[in-house]
């Protein structure tokens, strides 16, 4: 197992930064974590590339250390996937090296994100050298903060005095115009004069409304003391304010204003510090576009439409109407990605964003609240039938096919819709009818939905469950239970499978069909997945505790391997917390929550981290070679619809042998599900199946259950007495 280790060096000073040493080679280690104990710096030790992982994972480090020959992920592929974290994408990393003299080598090692070499035999002084550098810049990055408000405290010091204040005036940066107590200017520093393009005999003694756009002048066109006090630092917060100024050839632009009252003697007078904040407006009026719309498509994204449906809902509340939502998913868009590919499907995107802009009033909010979903917030009053007549113009912009670089593309979308106030009153609640409307529609295949005033029982109780499962997480409702998976080698448990149940209060044992979609389709599924997991890995150090060596699965779903996914992090800690090695974790995860564009960045991090990936039900889906030729998988699990009837459904066992010699050609390890009966137990061991599941075996079972049948049954963990089945 990849390990870890942290070494205080002999300094009594607090640490300005901690050094991560990466080397497979505990002596080089040693040498180096020798060289820097002058330095007096926290040393982390890390023995291999995964190990780094996971430190990287717990903390900031000043500057990386590697080496570049380790077995299983060498420097480069180690420093790659550092640098996809945002909180280590710019750590320097130091290579360690007796290559990399040669051009090739030192574009490689650039290219995945190194900063420095230090070629062996190391030179302890230019090492040290090297490391001091770079963690004196973490420590002056850490004193920035500090540093800024002791420029704000020196300014404030140098105010004291009026021939202090003045210098100063003349040589900072901002534009520093002085005022009395009536409005009228009387200083205007170098850099005012600069900005607005005014001398000193042309603005002292008149108002100081003449920097300030017509349009904002009200906030300062009182002269008289009581007004003109208002506005500094004495009688509101010190933020600062922003107005529009105005130069003295006519032009306008956005300032900032830091006001604040000074008293010398017996004279008060008011400062403000003025800068032109063009730039930083059009930056933040940038940021703020991208973080609300959707990069793809330039329409709002899911958190500006739902800011925008939160203000509609409060006016029609105000006002006593109804307000509508709809929501529009593309039919089978998967294929369209699969057939054509994702640029191509980007494309397709991009013209349905437009074509419902055409469509929709310019009033009405169109966004992209999905991948291949859109919502719809009608502008002002909206009932059922207004909704749906717009529903039904959404369904005739689609008649018309799109081509796209040549190709046609045929695309169809299904429509849900929900109103204000009978089917919720947040936009949370809307959403989740206009949800459950919209799978309504594509089961029926009628294409639009609207759901109907009184919601109906399925609906109802929909939502009850989402609501009392959002409650019975936290209070430990859930439980989990656990099936065996036999080595078909030697007929023995190797692994076992988690499967969650819900122990409803009322309704007794739920299985996982009746609450997990709806789990998955909301925010629930990453409270719910860490339940799983920790409880999991709880239960496997248990089993790893009384002398069992077994493998735990474990079930992933399509939303924690989004882009935003703290599935690793999760992964990262829990593996700590219970102590269990590397590839004793297997996540098994299905085709579809394999589609998403951030999946494979996902899974590669997962298994960089020594996590075991499996394809769940494979064979029932349309993309499963290119899942194999393209992800990092070590494990696939032949679909039960193809194993329970193997014996006697020729088709049946036409794939299954199909599917595990495909399997192992790729090097990959299969495991059967539903294995019921012998004689399909002897065909798979005729395949050459690695292994199986299934009630033949035993079903899935509560823990305490399960450690009994592995220490009795024939087919339990550690025995080596198990007869093996006629073949």
């Known amino acids: 197992m990849a390990t870890l280790s942290v070494i205080q060096a002999g300094s009594s000073a607090p640490p300005a930064g901690a050094v991560l040493v990466v080397d497979d080679n505990e002596a080089t280690r040693i040498a180096l974590r020798a060289m820097l104990a002058p330095l007096g710096h926290v040393v982390v030790e890390a023995d291999s590339g995964r190990a780094a992982l996971r430190a990287v994972l717990a903390q900031d480090f000043a500057v990386i250390l590697m080496d570049v020959r380790m077995p299983e992920l060498d420097g480069y592929e180690t420093a790659k996937l550092i640098r996809q974290r945002s909180r280590s994408e710019l750590t320097p990393i130091i290579f360690l090296t007796a290559f990399g003299r040669d051009e090739t080598e030192t574009t490689t090692a650039y290219a995945s994100g190194a900063v420095d070499f230090i ?32 420029i704000t405290d020196l300014n404030a010091a140098l105010r004291e005095s009026e021939v202090r204040a003045r210098a100063v005036l003349q040589n900072v940066a901002d534009a520093i115009v002085t005022a009395g107590t009536n409005g009228l200017i009387d ?17 002292i003694g008149r108002p100081v409304t003449l920097l300030i756009a017509t ?56 400062i403000g510090c003025i800068r032109d904040i063009t730039n930083r407006k059009a930056y933040t009026e940038a940021l703020e576009f991208m973080t609300l719309h959707d990069d793809l498509t330039g329409l709002p994204n899911r958190a500006l439409f739902g800011d925008r449906v939160d203000r509609a809902l409060t006016a029609a509340d105000r006002a006593d109407e109804p307000r509508g939502l709809l929501l529009v998913d593309l039919d089978d868009f998967r294929e369209v990605n699969e057939s054509l590919g994702r640029e191509r499907g980007d494309a397709v995107l991009r013209a349905v964003a437009e074509r419902l802009r055409g469509v929709l009033e310019d009033s009405d909010t169109v966004a992209r609240v999905g991948g291949a979903r859109f919502g719809i917030l009608p502008f002002g009053d909206t009932d059922v039938e207004s909704a749906a007549g717009i529903a039904w113009k959404v369904r005739d912009a689609f008649e018309q096919p799109y081509v796209v670089n040549g190709d046609v593309v045929d695309v169809r979308a ?15 609640e809307l959403m989740r009818r206009a949800d459950l409307a919209l799978q309504q529609a594509q089961r029926s295949g009628g294409g639009v939905t609207v759901v109907d005033e009184e919601p109906d029982d399925a609906i109802g ?40 149940r819900w122990q ?6 739920l299985m996982p069909g009746e609450f997990m979609t709806e789990a998955e389709r909301s925010d629930l599924i990453e409270p719910l997945t860490a339940w799983v997991l920790d409880s999991a890995l709880r239960q496997l150090r248990v089993w790893t505790d009384a002398g069992l060596d077994l493998s735990m699965a474990v079930n992933i779903s399509a939303r924690s391997l989004a882009h935003d996914s703290v599935l690793p992090d999760t992964i990262a800690q829990l593996t700590e917390t219970w102590d269990i090695p590397a590839g004793k974790l297997i996540l098994e995860l299905t085709e579809n929550a394999m589609i998403d564009a951030y999946a494979p960045v996902t899974l590669e991090l997962l298994h960089a981290m020594g996590e075991r990936l499996a394809i769940d039900d494979f064979g029932t889906g349309h993309s499963s070679l290119v899942y194999l030729q393209r992800l990092p998988i070590d494990e696939v699990k032949v679909d039960r619809s193809f194993v329970t009837d193997l014996a006697t459904v020729p088709g049946d066992a036409v794939i299954a042998r199909s599917t595990i010699d495909l399997a192992h050609n790729l090097g990959l390890t299969v495991v059967a599900e539903g294995v019921e009966d012998q004689a399909a137990l002897d065909m798979l061991i005729e395949y050459g199946c690695d292994a199986a ?33 006629a073949v």
Not at 414 to 428: C, M
Not at 470 to 497: M, N, S, W, Y
């Open 504 to 509: 409803h209060p009322i309704g007794g044992l």
């Open 187 to 203: 200083s205007f520093n170098r850099s005012a004069r600069r900005l607005f393009g005014y001398s000193d005999d042309e603005v």
């Open 693 to 725: 599941q299934g009630y033949l075996f035993s079903r899935a079972c509560p823990a305490e259950e399960l450690t009994v049948w592995l220490a009795e049954s024939t087919f339990g963990a550690g025995r080596t007495d198990a007869p093996q089945p």
């Open 414 to 428: 299904s429509i849900g819709a929900s109103f204000f106030p009978q089917h919720g009153r947040t936009p949370a």
């Open 119 to 150: 070629f062996t035999p190391i030179n302890a002084d230019v090492l040290r050298a090297k490391v001091s550098a770079f963690v004196d810049l973490f420590a002056q990055a850490q004193e920035l903060h500090r540093s800024l408000q002791a």
């Open 461 to 500: 109780r929909t939502l009850r469950l989402l609501g009392e499962l959002r409650d019975g997480i936290p209070r430990d409702e859930l439980v989990l239970h656990f099936q065996p998976k036999i080595d078909l080698a030697t007929c023995r448990t190797v692994g076992v499978e988690a499967l969650v």
């Open 215 to 270: 349009s904002h002048q009200a906030d300062f066109a009182d002269p008289s003391p009581e007004r003109w006090s208002l506005l500094t630092a004495k009688h509101i917060p010190a933020e600062p304010m922003e107005t529009v100024g105005c130069r003295k050839d006519g032009s306008v632009f956005p300032m900032e204003m830091d006001m604040s009252q000074m008293t010398i003697g017996e004279r008060t007078f008011t």
